[in-house]
């Protein structure tokens, strides 16, 4: 699996037209741009995506937009997750029919569950999945925490492959990296810590920035991936200030300003987020200039 999905795996974003709809159009620019820019895979329908309000029917439908623009040339990761179990066993044999290399599934959010509720979910689903899972960590999201302790005992399933660890706690990470399986894939699920975990051991990240910055992020991961780690340092810190972009008004607006601005897309988002302000789109405009220079 780490041939699979080590490296850099995009959190695609999901173009939208003024009326709201899904802008096909510029959703294959975005696919054509990463693949070419050197991603590794694409991951559909996660948060970046905006898959909260996405229905399921536009969800199945971009997939296969999406399937049909990628043509087999990189794996494809589908978003399924959420806090009602049963549903998305449920939904998950609608996927059979469309052809995934993995699911990429958060943990439940809102609910709140235990550490063992937690775990009983993962395998509920993992075993009930025709693809193999990958966990997503994402606490500032989702109100609760995946334990390292939680995460090692689910790295033991037959069905489970990885992790996507946002937490921003370095030493959890570090507490899986050293005790997980050989073939159980840590990755990291925040751009700005990617260095930093790569260089303790973890084999790649799901990425934001490589919606933009495909070549860019990935010569920086695959420098470190391959132990030049002074070249990878320096890399990621020109891109330093594009980190601090991405997060200034959240996770997709901040991204698709700078899309919008590189002319890649529209800034449209879903109620209840709210388009980016002139502001950033300026500062974004003022950093792709200098980055290209």
């Not at 939208?16 to 990463?34: A, G, P, Q």
């Not at 997060?247 to 899309?259: D, F, Q, R, T």
């Amino acid at each position: 699996m780490k041939e699979k999905f080590g490296g850099t795996g995009v959190a695609l974003a999901t173009p939208m037209n003024e009326d709201l709809s899904i802008d096909y159009r510029s959703l294959e620019k975005l696919v054509n741009l990463t693949i070419d820019g050197g991603v590794n895979y694409l991951v559909v329908m996660g948060t970046t995506g905006e898959s909260p309000t996405i229905s399921w029917n536009e969800k199945l439908e971009a997939l296969s937009y999406i399937q049909k623009v990628n043509s087999g040339r990189v794996p494809i990761v589908f978003g399924l997750g959420g806090n009602n179990t049963r549903e998305l066993i449920n939904q998950s044999k609608e996927l059979t029919h469309y052809e995934i290399d993995a699911i990429l599934s958060v943990s439940p959010y809102y609910s709140r569950p235990s550490q063992k509720g937690i775990q009983r979910h993962y395998e509920m689903i993992s075993n009930e999945f025709n693809a193999p899972v990958i966990l997503y960590n994402v606490p500032s999201r989702t109100a609760s925490n995946i334990e390292a302790e939680t995460t090692l005992a689910l790295a033991e399933h037959e069905n489970i492959i990885g992790m996507k660890e946002a937490s921003g706690d370095l030493e959890q990470c570090l507490e899986i990296i050293l005790n997980k399986p050989e073939d159980f894939l840590l990755l990291s699920g925040d751009d700005g810590g990617t260095c930093e975990l790569i260089k303790n051991g973890a084999e790649g990240v799901i990425s934001v920035i490589a919606n933009i910055l495909p070549k860019e992020f990935t010569f920086m991961v695959n420098a470190m991936l391959d132990g030049n780690l002074n070249a990878g340092k320096k890399l990621n810190k020109s891109l330093e200030k594009a980190y601090e972009l991405l997060s200034s008004e959240g996770n997709p607006v901040s991204l698709k300003a700078g899309l919008f601005v590189d002319e890649l897309c529209r800034d449209t988002v879903r109620p209840p987020l709210l388009e980016a302000s002139t502001e950033l789109k300026n500062t974004w405009r003022d950093y792709l200039r200098k980055i290209r220079a």
